[in-house]
């Protein structure tokens, strides 16, 4: 009742109400991530001007996944609007679970949208999914130590500058890592990391007939040199540190270098939350010489299940949110270090935004990643630090803890690459590809 | 001659007990302590213990994020409504056992205990898909009916070892009086187990609040309860001790708050039938 | 003696809760044992046929089923022996006369109340992590390195987590039991001069072995179902992978409906051995 009469209020008073559809609630389920916090408390702003309102169901990461996976699998139909990655879209697009995005009205102007994200978010040119953010990897650098260390970082470095790089810049007894990087077990923290790391060393997931490649030289140095160096230069307990772990510790100064999502450049430059905020500088991921750089591709986006009764008022909520209006009132209420990156092109044609220090970074790690051919040698799959298929979450998230085994020291790398090699045929195997 | 008590070994038992008491304890003083703190100061190193500025930012934080009275709410009512239920049907049920038991009662209740081994994980998508057919998706209801289900054994059970202790000779005298078995039970029997059903519904009152696996997955916006609350503070972004702490502690306050004013009803009554 | 007509009362009463529970049995029971003989996997459009017991031959060959079955038991076992064991020294403390015996049962009986999630939480977060974990400060105090908890500790930092949890549980009726013990018994023995631990051995020890039965048994049925705690620690890596998380990747991991119901279905006989064997310890210390 009541919101029934707050909403009409409000569409009374706006007037500009074209759709007359009445006041709905709509439930969307979303990560907690800090992007995602700031728009729930922006979300007046949407009701004002539509007159629907908004539950929010925030979970952390996986728990998200399990929830949304399980209502939508089951068409359970709990969720008007999910918050799901560049992963799961393509998959769920080609099942039919989506709504296709594609009568988005003309001031929303899809065009806009990054090419990259576009596309890692359609199913046969469809799109699925309209990007919330986007983000790709890259290094981020503490400048003073780069500097004591005698080094510079030059603007696309290759690994074993990085090596060197970390090794002199470690520093046991203040407490400096040289390098950070994540080696938590699970498909979307180390996984991602190690799996486009190994993109740069000439790996990849599987060869054209799906057989696992885990038996190939190109993983045994990948993870060879990973561990190599993180025994060198990386912080104590690594083989748990996943993305708020590495953050914590740059912010705290505990890092001389952490290759990670770009998404966390305005965390790191945020001088309320990061002791290290004005010596901060940016370079391209790390490459081998290979043609392919270390760094992966990755949105979050907002979908509409297939068969909500509520799709009309669920595309006028994605519509604003991920809106070129929605990043100018970030931009207004929280300063352009603040908005939603990697999602338009015209952000990145806005001086303002272009004067954050780590706009053209951003853009260009996201342009330099290409998830149709990620992999040195052909693979059957899309995606940079994932394979798009359904089985994939499930095997690498298993795969990636006999990594952090390794990390932890508890087994070698040939042991952990033997069983990796078993686990991902065994699951190929069940699922049916051989 | 009494065993006399000294002073001494008072006294050596009271440090002893204290120091073990506050080791155990310490993991959620340390909590509260942390949920008052700044971010910076949750993860100083050397630790602050009690002399730092005090703050209810944390609590604020978290309070503006997410409707903490309507997952309290939701809370309230699952726990208490799945125990409150549970037990008028176990009353029943554990007064037969008690009183006319058979050559299978023993066999009935072990049968039920067992109900309780099957793994959660592997029945989610047959319970999920009945539940969206009965549509009791995101229902406190459909709730209140699974958390009684995986509670009504341990209810069973604990009721049926209070009703055993009491004496039959005086339901007998009751029925010669005339009294009918609803009489009985509602007269005679109730009363005489009420500290008995106290116990039981504190103990699944604090097993139903706890229970993390259905909450969380049968649930979206409308029946979730605090268990989903904690879990979208579980690994928020850069340094969060602090506010992880403050909503850890409102996500535990109100069971803690019951379950120590009520802490002699348990110390006395949680048997299981183990005294004679 | 019951008379016929009680009888039929009593079954009629009894009636409700045992036709619930059948059904909270037997629905999810068979549909597990249909999706088993499945394939079915949601993300590829779920059922895809019969697929007689290749789920079960392909849970059990894989190469985690054993190690998983390992680490359930060795959990179960673990936690079980330290909360006996410290709940019975616990409640033979909180026995004796001293002041302040209120405040100090509450402060025991506390981690009962915390939510297993909040407490995984707390314990990852604030005690165990390597850098700003509270142990890590205090082993870097005595000039020690950091243990890294739950990457290379991780079974008894996880066993230590849980038995945290229910040590209270195992206190409280254990406590409950200790205090309904004759103390003219104990009286007369020390007056014998029977030394502490010949009392404790041959008077207390036998007094509490019902209740010692029960809080096996209660704990059991829960520690073999625990999730959360892993799920919040460790996400199953560095070896604590349990049955239960291990049908939880299949299912919702993997999303292989019909692998993890075979899985299910092997949870339940391994349950049902436990409780068999269980039962038949119980069975004898229930008979009144």
Redesign the interface.
């Known amino acids: 009742m009541n919101t029934h009469v707050r909403a009409l209020m409000g569409a009374c008073a706006l007037g500009a109400l074209a759709t007359a559809s009445m006041g709905e609630t709509l439930?969307i389920?979303t990560v907690?991530?800090?992007d995602m916090?700031r728009m729930?408390?922006l979300t007046d702003d949407f009701s004002e001007k539509t007159g629907h309102e908004v539950?929010?169901?925030?979970?952390?990461?996986?728990?998200l996944r399990?929830?949304v996976?399980?209502?939508i699998?089951?068409?359970?139909?709990?969720?008007d609007i999910m918050t799901i990655g560049m992963y799961e879209t393509p998959?769920w697009g080609a099942?039919g679970w989506l709504v296709p995005l594609d009568d988005l009205s003309e001031e929303y102007d899809v065009g806009d949208i990054l090419p990259a994200m576009a596309g890692g978010l359609s199913h046969d040119g469809t799109l699925y999914a309209a990007p919330f953010y986007g983000e790709s990897s890259m290094i981020m650098y503490r400048t003073d130590l780069m500097e004591k260390a005698g080094l510079e970082m030059p603007d696309a470095p290759t690994w074993d500058f990085i090596r060197e790089a970390a090794a002199a810049m470690t520093d046991r007894d203040a407490d400096i890592n040289g390098i950070c990087l994540r080696g938590k077990?699970?498909w979307g923290e180390g996984g991602a990391f190690i799996t486009a790391m190994s993109n740069s060393f000439g790996a990849r997931w599987f060869d054209m007939d799906w057989n696992a490649q885990f038996d190939t030289q190109p993983w045994k140095d990948t993870l060879e040199f990973f561990v190599g160096m993180m025994n060198e230069s990386g912080?104590?307990?690594y083989?748990?540190n996943?993305?708020?772990?590495n953050?914590?510790?740059f912010?705290?100064g505990?890092c001389g270098m952490w290759i990670d999502a770009t998404v966390a450049a305005s965390?790191v430059t945020n001088p309320n939350?990061s002791e290290v905020a004005d010596s901060v500088g940016f370079a391209l991921a790390p490459d081998n010489g290979l043609g392919k750089r270390s760094n992966w591709l990755w949105a979050w986006a907002l979908a509409i299940p297939a068969g909500t009764q509520k799709e009309a008022a669920a595309k006028e909520f994605i519509e604003w949110a991920t809106s070129k209006d929605y990043i100018a009132l970030v931009a207004e209420n929280e300063g352009w270090a603040n908005v939603p990156p990697g999602a338009r092109t015209s952000l990145y044609e806005n001086p303002n935004y272009m004067e954050v220090p780590f706009a053209k970074m951003t853009l260009d790690s996201i342009l330099t990643a290409d998830p149709n051919n990620s992999t040195v040698e052909p693979s059957p799959y899309v995606g940079v630090q994932f394979a798009a298929i359904?089985?994939f979450?499930?095997?690498a998230?298993?795969v990636?803890?006999e990594f952090?085994?390794v990390?932890?020291?508890?087994q070698t790398v040939d042991e952990a690459l033997a069983?990796a090699q078993?686990?991902t045929n065994?699951?190929m195997e069940?699922?049916g590809y051989r | 001659m009494a065993r006399s008590v000294t002073n001494q070994r008072k006294t050596i038992n009271t440090i002893a007990a204290w120091a073990v008491g506050l080791l155990i304890f310490f993991p959620i003083l340390w909590t509260i302590l942390t949920s008052f703190k700044t971010e910076g100061q949750a993860i100083a190193d050397p630790p602050v213990w009690f002399f730092f500025d005090w703050t209810l930012e944390n609590y604020a934080v978290v309070q503006e994020r997410s409707d903490y009275m309507r997952y309290l709410w939701n809370s309230i009512i699952i726990a208490g409504g799945s125990t409150v239920l549970g037990v008028i049907i176990a009353i029943p049920a554990a007064w037969s056992m008690a009183f006319v038991p058979s050559k299978r009662t023993k066999d009935i209740l072990l049968w039920m205990l067992s109900t309780k081994m099957l793994p959660a994980v592997g029945v989610l998508y047959p319970i999920y898909l009945l539940f969206i057919k009965l549509g009791l998706l995101d229902s406190r209801f459909g709730l209140v009916i699974v958390l009684m289900l995986i509670n009504l054994p341990i209810i069973v059970w604990m009721l049926y070892t209070y009703f055993r202790e009491i004496p039959g000779e005086i339901l007998e005298a009751a029925r010669m009086d005339g009294a009918t078995l609803k009489e009985e039970i509602l007269y005679v029997l109730t009363p005489m187990a009420v500290p008995g059903i106290a116990s039981t519904l504190l103990l699944n009152v604090i097993l139903a609040w706890n229970e993390a696996f259905w909450t969380l997955n049968l649930t979206a916006a409308n029946a979730a309860p605090l268990t989903a609350f904690i879990a979208s503070y579980s690994s928020p972004e850069g340094l969060f001790y602090a506010k992880l702490s403050a909503a850890s502690v409102m996500a535990i306050a109100p069971i803690l708050i019951l379950g120590w004013f009520s802490q002699k009803q348990l110390v006395r009554g949680l048997t299981f039938g183990a005294v004679k | 003696m019951a008379t016929q007509q009680s009888r039929s009362a009593a079954r009629l009463m009894m009636a409700p809760a045992v036709i619930l529970l059948l059904g909270w049995m037997l629905v999810p029971l068979t549909m597990t044992l249909y999706f088993s003989f499945k394939t079915y996997l949601p993300l590829r459009g779920g059922d895809l046929g019969w697929a007689g017991f290749e789920n079960y031959t392909r849970f059990v060959s894989s190469s985690s089923f054993w190690p998983a079955v390992q680490t359930t038991l060795v959990i179960v076992v673990g936690v079980l022996i330290i909360t006996v064991c410290l709940g019975i020294l616990l409640a033979i403390l909180l026995d004796q006369p001293m002041w302040g015996q209120g405040i100090v049962r509450i402060l025991v009986i506390a981690p009962f109340f915390v939510m297993p999630t909040v407490s995984a939480l707390v314990w990852k977060n604030m005690f165990m992590d390597p850098t700003n974990g509270l142990l890590a400060h205090l082993w870097r105090f005595f000039g020690a390195e950091p243990v890294q908890w739950l990457s290379q500790a991780s079974m008894p930092s996880l066993i230590m987590i849980v038995s945290w949890q229910w040590l209270p549980f195992a206190t409280l009726i254990l406590l409950t039991a200790i205090q309904s013990l004759d103390s003219e018994q104990l009286e007369a023995a020390e007056m014998d001069g029977a030394p502490v631990i010949k009392r404790f051995w041959y008077i207390i020890l036998p007094h509490l072995g019902r209740a010692i039965t029960i809080v096996i048994l209660i704990q059991t049925i829960f520690l073999l179902a625990i999730f959360a705690e892993i799920f919040v620690t460790t996400g199953g890596a560095f070896g604590t992978r349990t049955l239960s998380y291990l049908i939880f990747q299949r299912v919702l991991e993997s999303q292989n409906v019909g692998l993890g119901s075979a899985g299910g279905v092997y949870a339940i006989i391994l349950a049902n051995i436990v409780a068999a064997f269980l039962m038949r310890i119980v069975g004898k210390n229930l008979d009144a």
């Open positions: 439930t389920a907690n991530n800090g916090i729930q408390g539950e929010w169901v925030t979970l952390e990461e996986n728990v399990q929830r996976t399980t209502d699998s089951t068409k359970g139909g709990a969720f998959i099942n077990a699970g912080p104590a307990g083989a748990t996943g993305f708020n772990e953050l914590s510790l912010q705290q505990k965390f939350e359904p089985e979450a499930g095997i998230t298993e990636s803890q952090s085994a990390y932890a020291g508890q069983k078993d686990i065994e699951a069940a699922a």
